[in-house]
T-cell receptor, first 117, second 113 residues
Framework: AQKVTQAQTEISVVEKEDVTLDCVYE???????LFWYKQPPSGELVFLIR??????QNEISGRYSWNFQKSTSSFNFTITASQVVDSAVYFC??????????????FGQGTRLTINP | KAGVTQTPRYLIKTRGQQVTLSCSPI?????VSWYQQTPGQGLQFLFE???????NKGNFPGRFSGRQFSNSRSEMNVSTLELGDSALYLC????????????FGPGTRLLVL
């Protein structure tokens, strides 16, 4: 069965520090997708990035970067020069596909990130 | 483009009652998925609908049901509410093809007393 583990339940850092959120996954599929979502206090899950299993290139988007390593089944997320607005719960997710294109997301337990001014 | 909308945003019910939640997808999105989020169990998949048909179902009791209309709007229903059904119910939509990103709505917070 698919499984996603986010071992860090809570992280607290001071503004401008760099912070890395860890994500480890388990799957038997050879083709799969990994996602990161951000959940601010309002509750909505905001999509951040999608990575497919064949693309191990690291990605950078502004202060955000992602490191995908298939060999260690990890998809880590780094925020550089953190800001108070980055405070949220971050979820890593793995796609599971069924018949006829049906898909569902398997989520990790989330990491609550607090950025202190 | 308008995002995913969910109504109502907040709901208080008592045990034994039933509740219906609604989700309107992003224009052009035909797949609608529902997730339940609780502090204890985290985010769990309920079901997914595409073209008015349920394509996928999670491990929830039959009290949880859903449907999708021809305009892709979806509703989920929970009958005979239990205290443990208190949760944030999130709807996510995608165009409906294979391996697409799901975009989430703001959720409906249900409190069962």
């Amino acid at each position: 069965a698919q499984k996603v583990t986010q071992a860090q339940t809570e992280i607290s850092v001071v503004e401008k520090e760099d912070v890395t959120l860890d994500c480890v996954y388990e799957t038997r599929d050879t083709t799969y997708y990994l996602f990161w979502y951000k959940q601010p206090p309002s509750g909505e899950l905001v999509f951040l990035i999608r990575r497919n299993s064949f693309d191990e290139q690291n990605e950078i988007s502004g202060r955000y970067s992602w490191n995908f390593q298939k060999s260690t089944s990890s998809f880590n997320f780094t925020i550089t020069a953190s800001q108070v607005v980055d405070s949220a719960v971050y979820f890593c997710a793995l796609s599971e596909f069924g018949i006829q294109g049906a898909q569902k997301l398997v989520f990790g337990q989330g990491t609550r990130l607090t950025i202190n001014p | 483009k308008a995002g995913v909308t969910q109504t109502p945003r907040y709901l208080i019910k008592t045990r034994g009652q039933q509740v219906t939640l609604s989700c309107s997808p992003i224009s052009g999105h035909r797949s609608v998925s529902w997730y339940q989020q609780t502090p204890g169990q985290g985010l769990q998949f309920l079901f997914e609908y595409f073209s008015e048909t349920q394509r996928n179902k999670g491990n929830f009791p039959g009290r949880f049901s859903g449907r999708q209309f021809s305009n892709s709007r979806s509703e989920m229903n929970v009958s005979t509410l239990e205290l443990g059904d208190s949760a944030l119910y999130l709807c996510a939509t995608s165009p409906g093809g294979v391996r697409e990103t799901q975009y989430f709505g703001p959720g409906t917070r249900l409190l069962v007393l």
